[in-house]
Structures are given as C-alpha cells and as structure tokens.
C-alpha cells in the first residue's frame, strides 16, 4: 500500500478558510465543539456517567466481537467465504499491538466518541488514529489531505513517522465518519446529543454522594436567641461544621435545630436519572434495556431484542466498516469484506437449532450445511437437499384439476 507524507511545519499564526501552502482548512463548528467551555471534561464524564460509559462500551465491544471475511461470489451468484487475499492481510494482523478484535473496537470507540475514526494505512498495516491530533485539508484543486500532528516517538506508528506534522492524501487513510451536519468531512458523534443529559446525571450522582458523605443528612438552620455576639456565633458555627452528623451536638444558650427537609424535586431523584439514562441511550440508538436503564421487555425473546439492537445501534457502523474496508483494500470485483453479525447470538442455541431446522426442512439447506453453523462433521448423505413427498409445483395441480 501506498505511503507519501509530506512533513510541513506548524501552523500557528494562520488565519481559518484559505492559509499559506494552497490550503483550504476544515474546522469544526468551534474548537473541541461540544466539550469546549463546560465545567466537566470529557474523561471524566464518559467515566463517571454508567450509562454513557456503558453505551460506549456495548456497542465497541460487539462490534469488536464481530469477525470480519473475506466474501466472493461463486458462479451462480451465491457468495462464499474465502482465504483471506494476500492485499487483505490487515484483516488478520492490523498492527503489532492489536487484535482485530481490538482494532474493531478503537475504530468504533473513536467514530462514537468524536464522530470520525480515521484509519492510517502503512507498510501493510493499519493505525487508529487519534482524531484530535488530525486536521483535514482540501487543496485548491480540490484534493483530500489529512494533517497528522504527531507529538512524541510514543504513538505507536511506524518509526518512518517521527514527530512533528505530516500531510498525507486521502488514498493513505479510512476515514469513517458519523453524520456530517456541519461540513462533509466532519462527522458529529452521539455524545454531542448525549451531553448536557449526562451532564444533569453526573451532577445528581455527584450530589448525592455529597449527601451520604455527610451521614444522609440535608443540613439545617441553628437559631438562637437575640444578642449572640459574632465571636461567639463564629464559634458556635465552627463546633457545629466539626462534628460529625452522626455525634451528639450539645449547645446551651436556647439553641434550636430546625433540618431542612428535602423538596419535590429531591424526592423525584430516581426518575430523574431514569429520565437520563433514556436520553443518553436515544443518540446511541441503543435500547435502553440492553444497557440496564430499563426493565427487559416482556414477551420478547433473546433473539428478537438482539435483532432491534443491531437495527437501531450497530447496522450503521458494520455498513460502513464493510464499506470502506471494501473500498480501501482494492479488492477483485465479486470479493467484498463482511463482518459475521451472526455472533450477536451466538449463545442463543435454541432459537438458532430452529431457524436452521426450518431451513433444512423447507428444502432451503441440506443437513450438512445446517450443520456446519454449529462446528459439527458432515454426516453420510447429508448434501442432498429434503422436501416433503406431497410438494408438488402449482402448475402440476392446475393441470390436475383441469
């Protein structure tokens, strides 16, 4: 594959739109968009939300757990599975330090966590990128160029990379992005939608562990009669903040404690998170009950609910991991890559003994075929297909009646 950098100096005095060099620079709506100005910084939000975090990590690890093939149609039309192609052999070993199913997971972690996951192809190889170090360019011309800002000989590329700022084409890289509302080359992830719900859920988890820190107790107004000086009113404050809520307090001079009591809008903690948690989910299209926000729906099967999560959550990201990996790896016409979605059910071994049941009866597959899906050795006889003796073609009982 292909590799050309081309290292540039970094920009720093540069107006935005047309810069020095014939570049057009793509920005987003503002720097660091949504997390820019916010009292909560990103790491810790992802980290401290359950839902967020449990979101992020649903779907990267499923669609980690997804293993991709290399697929090609046969003759009639039917694809197969075939050995991986030698241009392929990314798919097997992107890198030194990942696992296909931990490349799966960093790109997906990326596209949700910044809306775009950008993929460096080198040396037969491929890198996830960290999407805040790149900048895309257009040339005058109208060419694609990505800008690598690479700080330290740590970031786990090539030694041909060194530091500094590469420029590279578009041809060099896999650039998968989420919805472009601002320009075409900038994707917009699910957590821009998320984060002020999660702000709100990180706010009223960190309130009431203030509150059980403090022994569940709300606080109060200490009164006392007219005429207490401000030394002795200071000192009365001070005995009073030092002891824990869980001691005896003892104060002369006709004290009194009145607590203050907790109002609707404490009382309703429990729907307001659940409220949250829903909204979290809802940018993620994951349904909150594969995530623990809700109840599991009753009536439904494994299966059935497995198939609404990969619908609303995951069909989008394996399309277009099949995609631009179809794409970018140049594959012969007929071979194309895809991703086995059937492990989402893996474990289900009824529900998939019935479908395949289903199948072979209805002439559709031959026993050994349906076999082969559970890891079993064909069987004697096993490759013809079997149908029922009083299947006759409709055109047989026309004539019959006629």
Wanted: charge should be neutral; aromatic fraction near 8%.
């Amino acid at each position: 594959m292909r590799w050309s950098p081309f290292r540039t100096k970094a920009a720093t005095d540069q107006p935005s739109g047309y810069n020095s060099g014939g570049w057009r620079r793509i920005l987003e709506p503002f720097t660091g968009a949504w997390q820019r100005n916010v009292e909560v910084r990103q790491d810790a939000l992802v980290t401290s939300s359950p839902t967020l975090f449990a979101c992020l990590d649903r779907i990267s690890s499923d669609i980690g757990n997804l293993p991709w093939h290399v697929k090609q149609k046969d003759s009639n039309g039917i694809p197969r599975t075939i050995e991986t192609p030698a241009k392929a052999r990314a798919l097997e070993s992107p890198n030194d330090y990942q696992t296909p199913d931990a490349f799966r997971r960093a790109w997906s972690l990326s596209k949700l966590q910044h809306g775009n996951a950008l993929m460096l192809k080198a040396g037969g190889q491929m890198f996830v990128l960290d999407w805040t170090k790149v900048q895309p360019l257009v040339s005058e011309s109208g060419s694609v160029f990505y800008r690598l800002s690479l700080g330290s000989n740590q970031n786990l590329l090539p030694e041909a990379f060194g530091e500094g700022q590469i420029t590279i084409p578009a041809s060099d890289v896999i650039h998968d992005r989420g919805p472009c509302l601002y320009h075409q080359l900038i994707g917009v992830p699910p957590v821009t939608a998320a984060y002020w719900t999660a702000v709100k859920s990180f706010h009223i988890h960190r309130n009431n562990a203030e509150l059980f820190s403090n022994g569940s107790v709300l606080g109060g107004l200490l009164t006392v009669p007219a005429g207490l000086s401000d030394d002795d009113a200071k000192a009365l404050k001070d005995y009073w903040s030092n002891t824990k809520p869980t001691d005896t307090r003892v104060v002369g001079a006709d004290a009194k404690y009145t607590p203050f009591g907790s109002n609707a809008v404490d009382s309703q903690v429990v729907e307001q998170l659940q409220l949250s948690d829903k909204s979290i989910c809802q940018p993620f299209g994951i349904p909150p009950f594969i995530v623990g926000a809700e109840s599991l729906p009753s009536g439904q099967k494994p299966a059935e609910y497995m198939l609404s999560y990969f619908v609303l959550g995951l069909q989008q990201h394996v399309n277009a991991m099949e995609t631009l990996l179809t794409r970018s790896l140049n594959l012969p016409q007929g071979q194309y890559v895809q991703l086995d979605t059937d492990q989402l059910v893996r474990m289900d071994q009824g529900r998939r003994a019935e479908v395949y049941g289903r199948l072979v009866t209805d002439g559709i597959y031959s026993r050994n075929e349906a076999r082969k899906q559970f890891d079993l050795p064909p069987a004697p006889g096993g490759d013809q297909l079997l149908v029922q003796q009083q299947d006759v073609p409709l055109s047989s009982v026309g004539n019959t009646n006629g």
